[in-house]
């Protein structure tokens, strides 16, 4: 299988706990993006990587979130101190890089469900 | 601010009939525009894009969509719609001078009657 996986794909945690997603993305895509998708909701952009360089984190995450991506090939998400707040559907989404002024298309992985008790 | 509307939160349709799932944009820019469908429980999977050039645009499925400037709408349409069509559509809008990041509407659930 080519296409973005993700892992786990449900956890199920207690409040105040720490859990830590992780993403590998397409193995040619220099783009590797987080979003969060509450229920009823269409996705939030979250924070995104080129390469191994975090270039933008949205307001959306609190100090609590973390991630990375060592080494520009996989990234992990990790939420410390979790919260019920916290609870939704985590994606991972990576794409080529574009030349100057453009975009690609992103593609999706099969998402890790949340649930924070 | 840029924003994606889409008016219907829920459609029923027939199976068989035609389908409209609208989408309303606010970005200062060129657009570079998305349709995705989602399964329960699933990620996302991308039915059409436009970034230029024919405003009507061909996706999988049977799927195409419309760009309209004047209207800052990309509406999508099926002329007949399959049982398997049921799922939540959302439609997107990707900021190129910020990495490409996708800002997406609410999403419509669409159901369809035997």
């Known amino acids: 299988d080519t296409g973005v996986s993700q892992n786990p794909r449900h956890k199920i945690t207690k409040r105040g706990q720490n859990v830590t997603f992780r993403c590998d993305p397409i193995s040619e895509h220099n783009r590797l993006y987080w979003y969060r998708q509450t229920l009823g909701q269409g996705p939030e952009f979250l924070t995104y990587?080129?390469?191994?360089?975090?270039?933008?984190k949205s307001r959306l995450l609190s100090d609590r979130f973390s991630a990375e991506r060592p080494k520009g090939s996989f990234s992990t998400l990790e939420i410390q101190r979790t919260e019920q707040g916290d609870s939704a559907m985590y994606l991972c989404?990576?794409?080529?890089?574009?030349?100057?002024?453009?975009?690609?298309?992103?593609?999706f992985g099969p998402g890790t469900r949340l649930t924070v008790l | 601010a840029q924003s994606v509307t889409q008016p219907d939160i829920h459609i029923t349709v027939s199976e068989g009939a035609s389908l409209e799932l609208r989408c309303n944009y606010s970005y200062g820019a060129t657009p570079y525009l998305f349709w995705y469908v989602q399964s329960p429980g699933q990620g996302l999977q991308l039915l059409l894009k436009?970034?230029?050039?024919?405003?009507l645009v061909q996706g999988i499925k049977g799927f195409e969509a419309e760009f309209k400037r004047s209207q800052s709408s990309f509406n999508l349409r099926k002329p007949s719609v399959h049982w398997s069509d049921a799922a939540e559509y959302f439609c997107?809008?990707?900021?190129?001078?910020?990495?490409?990041?996708?800002?997406f509407g609410q999403g419509t659930e669409l159901s369809v009657k035997p």
């Open positions: 989404a990576s794409s080529q890089n574009p030349t100057t002024g453009r975009v690609n298309e992103q593609f």
């Open positions: 990587f080129q390469n191994e360089a975090q270039l933008e």
């Open positions: 997107a809008v990707a900021l190129y001078n910020q990495g490409g990041k996708l800002i």
């Open positions: 436009y970034f230029s050039g024919d405003t």
